[in-house]
């Protein structure tokens, strides 16, 4: 798919809406990384591991500029493989500007994600604290998510600091709250005592 170059007008009614509002960190995920300029026109290539930029209606991606989270307006994309595609920022023209780009971590508004939780990715549901169904509380935040093997694993930080690992079933998995960021766990007893 290819965005459309917007015309000068909407560039700047767009820019304009970001300049007074510094994007927060909880208000977007992490969806992948800027790789090495690809060709000398200002094309980069993005190692994404969430697609949710080609889901839904969003024209831009945010970066991490030095600790500042700044919005790339883009103008257009290509999938080179199932985890890389190559995008042309606006106002990105030349190899060197893309160069600048490069090693940046690659960030997506949530506001803009799938609001069904049937089709949230794991990247989406980092920063969401998982309950306990049982005993009403939270358990923690969920800091990342192991999908290296078989048994996929919510890796949880706890409010006293502790780092603890929950198996991410769907049989245990009793309801997603994607508004208030929460997802309400059926716990086996003496699960969290390991």
Partial sequence: MLWVPRSEESKT?????????M???ETVYKIGRIGKPHGVDGEVSFHFDDD????????????DMDGILVPFFMDEYRFKTDETALVRFEDVTT???????????VYFPREHSDS?????????????????ATSGKTVG?????????????FELVTANGDDILIPASDELITSVDTEHRQITMQLPEGLLDI
């Fill in 95 to 105: 190899q060197d500007k893309a160069r600048t780009l490069t090693g940046c971590d």
């Fill in 23 to 25: 994007i927060k960190k």
């Fill in 141 to 153: 935040e969920i800091h990342s998510v192991d999908d290296s093997t078989i048994n996929t694993l």
């Fill in 116 to 132: 069904d939780s049937d089709s949230l990715s794991w990247a989406a549901i980092v920063g969401f604290h998982v309950v306990d």
């Fill in 13 to 21: 009614a767009r820019n304009s809406s970001f300049d007074n509002n």
């Fill in 52 to 63: 949710v930029f080609d889901r839904t209606d969003a024209d831009y991606l945010i970066l």
